[in-house]
């Protein structure tokens, strides 16, 4: 869609009147990092904020999210939880645009997940370019998420005094007639190439190769002796796949009010990697060595989801790589792959 | 239906058993399925006849060992309740001294008057069906476990580590604050409390199944602890983890 730009001056009065309409949600800082929150007015937003510590899935995938609940007087009757908050995911980076995009591929596809969709139809997602790398692991070039190809309403790059503004949807449209935003001139649009010229070219390649190759390179690599060597790194914690952008494991789980037996079904964030994910009934257990553990989780991020969907389900924010206390980190294991 | 529940306190601090009258908005409703009649902190009742026995505190003295194995006799479910019961607690301390050194340091020259051996968690004796983790247990997870059993289904408890709850919590890693935590080997489900409130876990829930212990030790020893000072973290909690198995 077309190109728009809204003066820094006007984009307070634009963000805080959303505010009363929609719950507006936007990077705040928290100590020395950053985090995704429910914000009160633009002042609260961390323009400038690095890579934040859980990607903002958490507001279509909530950590605890209540799918029905079940009622046994007069006959059991089940009555669905759906979350219809009009929400604003305000300054998301291209990365974790990125992140979303995919999983609304994913949560579409096949047997749909009615409560993500339902979030997701009723979010409308701002996003934000970053200026540079944000940390020293981050290799977001590496696997193309640079910029934005998908899965935002609109897009803001800084251009000094301005924002350049990418138009992803009808809905972000309809955003940008609340005013203050104006139709991209000749200028803009310069100054708009020229910014995405500089921020390509202050990104290094953090992975030796053409990702390209990876799902290759990961189909061969099915009995390498990388994976047994990882075990010794790994605390099957799940952290690495709690902040990820792109994973969606859930467990479902009951709750009952011993009471009157009324019930809650809910389900709340899985891991493949912790020990008892592929465990089923009967006490098996299909990936019960970490290393296999640790296999899958690197095979989906750089061979499956590509193979079924053309995207990488890995978005290089290297926030795995930062919360793994023995530093496993899905970059240096592709460039070790290749090595 | 209602059930009659007893809890019963060993060598401990009794917090355990008094947590489970702290549930507040849910009390009344258990109270409305589980008749307690015997219960040292809550009520005068003595009775012998009762279907679940939650066990509070740690095995350190003969005559509760036969008491121990009554109570398993009598209760068709018996639940340990808390890091003493479960793991032996802080008091399995007492077992990296000599024997008699604790007994004559507390009492001195009365150190004879009480008899003591070593600390052992309540599985040590009997069959336990279930465990309520912590210290002091959490208040959700006793109603998660009369809840499970009263429904007649499993009760859920993790079996994966702190670092997951405290990850999902978005807590800055303690680690990360120049803190030690024991929280890649404990077991999660108290929503990781203290490290999100900036202190190291303590591992006051014991370890998962299946802990990854010389990972942990790698990464302890990167952030600069000493073997002293890891082992001192180990036997907080989790001594009888490791008499019970070959690693500290």
């Known amino acids: 869609m077309g190109l728009m730009a809204i003066d820094k001056r006007d984009l307070s009065a634009f963000i805080d009147g959303l505010i009363p309409q929609w719950e507006v949600v936007a990077p705040v800082p928290v100590e020395f990092k950053y985090a995704f929150r429910k914000v009160g007015s633009f002042q609260d937003v961390a323009l400038d904020y690095t890579n934040t510590m859980l990607p903002p899935k958490k507001f279509l995938l909530p950590q605890r999210d209540e799918l029905f609940s079940c009622n046994p007087e007069g006959g059991p009757s089940l009555t669905p939880r759906f979350d219809e908050t009009p929400r604003v995911l305000f300054g998301v980076h291209s990365c974790d645009v990125h992140g979303i995009w995919l999983l609304d591929d994913i949560l579409a596809e096949g047997c749909s997940d009615p409560h993500y969709l339902c979030r997701r139809s009723n979010t409308l997602i701002i996003g934000l370019d970053c200026k540079g790398p944000c940390h020293d692991n981050a290799f977001c070039k590496d696997m193309g998420t640079l910029k934005p190809a998908g899965g935002f309403d609109l897009f803001l790059t800084d251009l000094g005094e301005r924002y350049a503004v990418q138009v992803g949807t009808g809905a972000g449209t309809a955003l940008a007639e609340r005013g203050g935003f104006y139709m991209a001139d000749f200028e803009v649009r310069e100054e708009f190439f020229a910014a995405w010229q500089k921020k390509q070219s202050g990104f290094p390649n953090r992975i030796g190769y053409d990702t390209a190759a990876l799902p290759n390179i990961l189909a061969e690599s099915y009995d390498d002796i990388i994976w047994e060597a990882l075990e010794m790194r790994c605390f099957d914690c799940g952290a690495c796949t709690t902040v990820c952008p792109t994973c969606y494991c859930f467990d479902v789980l009951d709750e009952n009010d011993i009471g009157t037996d009324r019930s809650i079904r809910y389900r709340r964030w899985d891991s493949c990697q912790l020990q008892d994910f592929a465990a089923v009934a009967g006490g098996a257990n299909f990936r019960g060595k970490r290393s296999d553990r640790l296999r899958h989780r690197l095979l989906r991020k750089g061979k499956y989801f590509k193979e079924k969907f053309g995207r990488f389900a890995c978005v290089g924010c290297g926030r795995c790589g930062r919360s793994c206390l023995l530093h496993i980190d899905v970059r240096d294991v592709f460039n070790q792959l290749k090595g | ?248």
């Open chain 2, 1 to 248: 239906m209602t059930v009659r529940a007893g809890v019963f306190a060993f060598t401990s601090c009794e917090g355990c058993s008094l947590i489970t009258l702290e549930v507040e908005d849910r009390l009344l409703e258990i109270l409305g399925r589980v008749e307690f009649v015997n219960f040292r902190e809550a009520i005068d009742d003595k009775s012998d006849d009762y279907d679940i026995a939650f066990i509070d505190g740690a095995i350190t003295r003969e005559h509760e060992v036969g008491e121990l194995m009554k109570i398993r006799e009598r209760a068709a479910i018996l639940v340990a309740m808390g890091a003493c019961a479960v793991q032996g607690g802080l008091y399995f301390l007492k077992e990296y001294h000599e024997p008699g050194e604790t007994l004559a340091y507390v009492y001195g020259d009365k150190a004879g008057q009480f008899d003591t051996m070593p600390v052992r968690p309540v599985s040590q004796y009997v069959k336990v069906d279930h465990s309520l983790y912590g210290c002091p247990i959490d208040k959700r997870e006793f109603v998660e476990v009369v809840t499970a059993l009263l429904s007649g289904r499993r009760p859920n408890i993790p079996d994966y580590p702190v670092c997951n709850e405290c990850r999902m919590s978005e807590n800055i890693c303690v680690f990360e604050r120049g803190l030690a935590c024991m929280g890649p080997v404990t077991r999660a489900g108290c929503g990781a409390i203290c490290p999100s409130r900036h202190v190291g876990c303590f591992g006051c829930r014991g370890m998962v199944d299946k802990p990854a212990l010389d990972q942990h030790r790698a990464v302890l020893t990167e952030r600069g602890l000493t073997e002293e000072e890891i082992t001192a973290r180990y036997r907080m909690f989790n001594g009888h983890w490791g008499s019970a198995h070959e690693k500290p």
